[in-house]
């Protein structure tokens, strides 16, 4: 005889394992710092002349990459922004927003605007990344509670 459990209850483990996930899914406030001053360094760079704008795209496109590390590291998963349904909405707004600040940083570089724009245009994304990091967070963690059941 085998040990092996019946469908609904390989369903019921699922579906707790599920619901666990989403309780455990406590990570530092820190982390939601570091997106928004990634997200910030990146927009507020792009509005900076040339080398400064490589200079701090690339430093915060490294600064994703370390985070993405830390996470699997900590985790031992990573979840894209775009995967879980209800979530990637909030993605979705995220992106849109960054991308409008994106362009109003543009404006002191290709325009004629003041440097300070693009400045707090890099500030507001990194108040919209610390939102959003902690909103798609919650409904990631809805979701997981609502799928489990």
């Known amino acids: 005889m085998t040990n092996e459990p019946s469908p609904q209850e390989a369903l019921a483990e699922i579906a ?22 990634m997200l910030a ?31 699997r590291k900590h985790t031992g998963w990573w979840v894209n922004g775009f995967s879980p349904p ?24 290709f325009g004629d605007g003041p440097v300070w724009v693009a ?3 890099g500030g507001l994304a990194g108040l919209a990344g610390i939102i959003g990091g902690r909103l798609w967070m919650a409904v990631y963690r809805q979701e997981l509670k609502d799928t489990a059941r």
């Open 86 to 109: 209800r979530a990637r909405w909030v993605t979705v707004g995220l992106m849109v927003v960054v991308m409008a600040l994106m362009g109003l940083s543009f404006w002191p570089r």
């Open 119 to 121: 400045l707090v245009a």
């Open 16 to 37: 707790a394992a599920r619901a666990s996930l989403g309780q455990e899914l406590n990570y530092p406030f820190a982390y939601d710092l570091a997106y928004g001053g």
């Open 41 to 71: 360094l990146m927009v507020g760079g792009a509005g900076l002349q040339t080398p400064w704008s490589t200079i701090t795209l690339l430093v915060s496109l490294a600064a994703l990459a370390l985070m993405v590390n830390w996470w």
